[in-house]
C-alpha cells in the first residue's frame, strides 16, 4: 500500500540549532516529493519539491530537502532555525499519472526553544 | 493577488444538519480538490475535479458531495450521514498542463474552513 511516515510526531529544538525531519514513503511507482509547512490554524505553504533530477532541493525559508531512493526517504534540513519556523511539517508524496492525488503523513510538530 | 478562498472559517452544526463550505479560486487553475485533517492524521482526500461538471471521489467520500458549476468554484457538502464530521477541512487547487504532469502536482491550498459538531 502507498504511505508515507513522519516517524517524529513532536520535535523541539533550540533557535539557531540545526533541524532535520524525517520522511519515508512506501510507492510502488517514482514518486513525486514534497514539503508542506502549516502555522496554526492555516493552510498549507508549499516548502520544496522533487520531480527528478539533483537528489539535493532547494526551497524557500532556507530549507533543503535529500531524495534518497535506496533508504524511500526524502528527510527535510535546515542548518539554523529560527523562532518563525516553529509550525506543523508534513511530507507528501505523488506521482506523474495521479494528479494533485497527493498521500500525507501525519505530520512533525516543531517547537522551537529561545 | 490570486488566491484561494474558503468560507466560513469557523463553522458549527447540530447533529442531522447538512452544511455547505464554500471554495474559489482566481488562480484559473484547472483541477480542485478537498481534503480532511484531523489531529495525528496528516490529510485525506474527499473529492477532485479537475474540469467543469466532473468529479471523483478520494478515499474518504463517503457522507460528503460536491459539485463543480464553474472553473473557480467547487463547494462541499457535509452531510448528515457523515458520521464523524468534526474536522478541519482545507480546499486545494492545481494547473493541469498537456505534457507536464508535474504542475498538477502542485497544490495550492486555501486557509480552511473548521466544522464543529454540536
Known amino acids: 500500500a502507498q504511505s508515507v511516515t513522519q516517524p517524529d510526531i513532536h520535535i523541539t529544538v533550540s533557535e539557531g540549532a540545526s533541524l532535520e525531519l524525517r520522511c519515508n514513503y512506501s510507492?510502488?511507482?517514482?514518486?513525486?516529493l514534497f514539503w508542506y509547512v502549516q502555522s496554526p490554524g492555516q493552510g498549507l505553504q508549499l516548502l520544496l519539491k522533487?520531480?527528478?533530477?539533483?537528489?539535493l532541493v532547494q526551497g524557500i525559508k532556507g530549507f533543503e530537502a535529500e531524495f534518497k531512493r535506496s533508504q524511500s526517504s526524502f528527510n527535510l534540513r535546515k542548518p539554523s532555525v529560527h523562532w518563525s519556523d516553529a509550525a506543523e511539517y508534513f511530507c507528501?508524496?505523488?506521482?506523474?499519472?495521479?494528479?494533485?492525488?497527493?498521500?500525507f503523513g501525519q505530520g512533525t510538530e516543531l517547537s522551537v526553544k529561545p | 493577488d490570486g488566491g484561494i478562498t474558503q468560507s466560513p472559517k469557523y463553522l458549527f452544526r447540530k447533529e442531522g444538519q447538512n452544511v455547505t463550505l464554500s471554495c474559489e479560486q482566481n488562480?484559473?487553475?484547472?483541477?480542485m480538490y478537498w481534503y480532511r485533517q484531523d489531529p495525528g492524521q496528516g490529510l485525506r482526500l474527499i473529492y477532485y475535479?479537475?474540469?467543469?461538471?466532473?468529479?471523483q471521489k478520494g478515499d474518504i467520500a463517503e457522507g460528503y458531495s460536491v459539485s463543480r458549476e464553474k472553473k473557480e468554484s467547487f463547494p462541499l457538502t457535509v452531510t448528515s450521514a457523515q458520521k464523524n464530521p468534526t474536522a478541519f477541512y482545507l480546499c486545494?487547487?492545481?494547473?493541469?498542463?498537456?505534457?507536464?504532469?508535474?504542475?498538477?502536482?502542485?497544490?495550492?491550498f486555501g486557509a480552511g474552513s473548521r466544522l464543529t459538531v454540536l
Open positions: 486545494a487547487s492545481s494547473i493541469l498542463r498537456q505534457g507536464d504532469p508535474s504542475g498538477a502536482n502542485v497544490l495550492t
Open positions: 510507492y510502488g511507482a517514482t514518486p513525486y
Open positions: 522533487y520531480f527528478s533530477g539533483d537528489t
Open positions: 507528501a508524496v505523488g506521482a506523474y499519472n495521479q494528479g494533485g492525488k497527493l498521500i
Open positions: 488562480l484559473n487553475h484547472d483541477a
Open positions: 475535479s479537475q474540469i467543469v461538471n466532473d468529479f
